[in-house]
């Protein structure tokens, strides 16, 4: 693909956007970068760019700017709602994603995954796997490195394993992966969509461009996904509770072609990781990793930081910090993978979601609700009658609001339902912050 002289616009100069700026001018095309905020980091960067004769534009987004593109490529997290972007597409320019122009210049299989929860635990379990059995594994997309990094240099790696969010799917248009894995669909992100059917269809496409020689691998259990299956092209291996998926399991054993999976001796928790699981051994088993090996790194596996992480044991009680969950669905998981008595600990910046969806769940195993944040005056509303519920001021009242009322037994869960942004940088930063202070006690 030639990209000398094409005019391309970058929108976002963050770790992705800087990569595709370097990538585009690399391939001798014309850049032009825009961002809307007006102070951040990365000087060297733009000193390197406006050396390189890049105009930068910053503050803000202009019609002029964006109307001047062939192509504008959306670094992730750029919605696609923004007037600018709107007028570039009634004006028939092509916006893409990163993940769309890096894969034009890809010729190693793709493994892509994608979901409302356990995106970020499965591809990482896959990437264990497929490294524990010999296997050259590139792993970026939406965790780690960008893949426009390696676009035209790939030819070390056996496999490209991209963890993919729906910011970035929106953007492909010939993007097609040799195994697309969809796990999950919960609304989510309904402050960058327009609404929930936007959202659905972002994360559906990671399988609109396959064929017959491609595979998707589908939760039977998940409704949405289930009634999709006639549309999706591809060879299709589903995996669930229910005996009729292609791999399915009964108590801690997973089933798939004739081997079975004891993961009764594991290190996570929750019925979720064991559809994370499924869905790992699927891929591995695909690419021809042995089940022995398949088997030894899935009990190998340590629950990532922040994803209903231990924390720590005090006065005989349990702290976990989920400080991922950023909505509601995926606190549903942890309260689900827990006995009661649950203390919870929740809120944050609310993403317009519903958060009655662990009313259930709350009812059953939770005997106090600490909130805080933005959104805590929403989900108040929904729970005060329900349950033992206060409303604090931070992360420090909310621990402390806690352990006044521990008692021999409780678990502790910080499952935020809502992201961080209100109070902090990233959902990493959050989890960092509860740990710090759990340690502390």
């Keep these: 693909m030639n990209l000398k002289d094409k005019k391309y616009l970058v929108v976002g100069l963050g770790k992705t956007g800087i990569s595709t700026a370097r990538f585009l001018l690399s391939k001798g095309a014309k850049v032009v970068i825009s961002d809307s905020r007006a102070e951040f980091g990365y000087k060297q960067e733009l000193e390197e760019f406006k050396n390189t004769g890049v105009m930068i534009e910053l503050g803000g987004h202009t019609d002029k700017v964006f109307l001047w593109a062939d192509t504008i490529v959306l670094s992730p997290g750029v919605p696609y709602t923004i007037p600018q972007v709107q007028h570039a597409l009634k004006s028939g320019i092509e916006v893409i994603s990163e993940i769309e122009l890096a894969s034009k210049f890809i010729d190693k299989p793709i493994i892509a995954v994608t979901g409302s929860n356990g995106k970020t635990t499965t591809t990482t379990m896959i ?17 780690g490195t960008p ?84 549309q999706i092209k591809a060879k299709i291996i589903t995996f669930g509770h229910d005996a009729g998926a292609d791999v399915h399991y009964q108590g801690f054993v997973v089933s798939y072609e004739g081997n079975d999976y004891d993961l009764s001796k594991w290190k996570l928790i929750g019925k979720h990781n064991i559809e994370n699981a499924m869905a790992s051994i699927i891929v591995s088993r695909l690419v021809g990793c042995d089940t022995q090996v398949i088997k030894n790194s899935i009990l190998e596996f340590n629950s990532l ?134 340690q502390c006690l």
Excluded: W
């Design 147 to 230: 893949l426009i990094d390696i676009a035209g240099s790939e030819q070390q790696f056996d496999y490209i394993l991209l963890e993919l969010s729906s910011f970035q799917l929106q953007g492909i248009k010939d993007f097609k992966p040799y195994i697309a894995v969809c796990l999950n669909i919960y609304p989510n992100h309904l402050d960058h969509h327009k609404d929930f059917s936007e959202y659905i269809n972002s994360k559906t496409k990671i399988f609109s461009n396959q064929t017959t020689q491609q595979i998707a691998v589908v939760n039977k259990d998940d409704s949405i996904l289930r009634d999709r299956l006639e």
């Design 305 to 438: 930081p922040h994803r209903i992480e231990y924390v720590r044991e005090y006065k005989n009680a349990r702290f976990f910090n989920d400080s991922k969950s950023t909505t509601p669905h995926s606190t549903l998981k942890a309260l689900e993978a827990f006995d009661p008595p649950v203390i919870l600990i929740a809120g944050g910046r609310d993403k317009g979601l519903d958060y009655s969806v662990f009313k259930e769940q709350v009812a059953n195993k939770v005997k106090q609700l600490i909130l805080m944040g933005e959104a805590s005056s929403k989900i108040k509303d929904i729970y005060e009658n329900e349950v033992a519920l206060q409303v604090v001021s931070s992360l420090d009242s909310a621990v402390q609001q806690a352990v006044s009322s521990l008692e021999k037994g409780d678990t502790i869960l910080f499952s935020p339902a809502c992201s961080s942004f209100d109070m902090f940088n990233s959902y990493e930063e959050r989890g960092r912050k509860f740990k710090e202070i759990v």
């Design 127 to 143: 990437y264990n796997i497929l490294k524990s059995s010999g296997l050259k594994v590139f792993l970026g997309g939406n965790i």
